[in-house]
Nanobody
Framework: QVQLVESGGDLVQAGGSLRLSCAAS????????MRWFRQAPGKQRELVAG???????NYANSMKGRFTISRDNAKNTVYLQMNKLKPEDTAVYYC???????????????????WGQGTQVTVSS
């Protein structure tokens, strides 16, 4: 069992930055694939970024160059630094943990994953 708590969501103007945090507990953190998803109103949840246990990162194409995912295993925390935010980035952002086995290159989770409650990010024009 893994418990995830997101924080850092806020209202920000277009072009601004935010840093989201996800604190994990309940199981070993360092071996998990950690991912960020988001869901905008009326849309399906989509993958934003992921970081493997070895520190390998991948991003959805629309986020490359603007978003950075990182992890601090000592603090059991994963971060999402978001820069040059656009109104289309407005969504609830969810943290996701995938125990092994998983595919670090495609960010695919073979088994069951765990979800946080989400944090709201709103980007104004």
């Amino acid at each position: 069992q893994v418990q995830l708590v997101e924080s850092g969501g806020d209202l920000v103007q277009a072009g601004g930055s935010l840093r989201l945090s996800c604190a994990a507990s309940g199981s070993p953190f360092s071996s998990n694939l950690m991912r960020w998803f988001r869901q905008a109103p009326g849309k399906q949840r989509e993958l934003v970024a992921g970081v493997s246990s070895g520190g390998s990162t991948n991003y959805a194409n629309s986020m490359k160059g603007r978003f950075t995912i990182s992890r601090d295993n000592a603090k059991n925390t994963v971060y999402l630094q978001m820069n040059k935010l656009k109104p289309e980035d407005t969504a609830v952002y969810y943290c996701n943990a995938c125990p092994r086995p998983y595919y670090s290159d495609s960010l695919g989770c073979v088994g069951s994953a765990y979800w946080g409650q989400g944090t709201q990010v709103t980007v104004s024009s």
